[in-house]
Nanobody, 121 residues
Framework: VQLQAFGGGLVQAGGSPRLSCAAS????????LGWFRQAPGKDREFVAA????????YYSFSVKDRFTISRDNAKNMVYLEMNNLKPDDTAVYCC???????????????WGQGTLVTVSS
């Protein structure tokens, strides 16, 4: 599975951009997908994940109730709707694929290049 995230950019605090991740591979629908982010000088952290069956979703405490992960298996796409962005959300966001839905970085086998989201105050 190959992944490529896009949709980042400069956003004002309170904004609501949507990130997209395009995937290639015929087995896309069998993978759980996750979004992770890495802020300057910080470790990579879990943001959200969705199971292959789309009904299972997980969120980090810091984004729960503000971000929504979704996927479209017919289009091989996964999305991250972000609402009420804060300056602390500034990071490179990347998507990843795993055999089981998880918040752990080590569970993910495939990683895409990230897209930078910069939130201005």
């Amino acid at each position: 599975v190959q992944l490529q995230a896009f949709g980042g950019g400069l956003v004002q605090a309170g904004g609501s951009p949507r990130l997209s991740c395009a995937a290639s591979g015929r087995t896309f629908s069998t993978y759980a997908l996750g979004w992770f982010r890495q802020a300057p000088g910080k470790d990579r952290e879990f943001v959200a994940a969705i199971g292959w069956g789309i009904s299972t979703t997980y969120y980090s405490f810091s984004v729960k109730d503000r971000f929504t992960i979704s996927r479209d298996n017919a289009k091989n796409m996964v999305y991250l709707e972000m609402n009420n962005l804060k300056p602390d959300d500034t990071a490179v966001y990347c998507c990843a694929a795993a055999r089981v839905v998880s918040a752990e970085v080590r569970r993910y086998d495939y990683w895409g290049q990230g897209t930078l989201v910069t939130v201005s105050s």
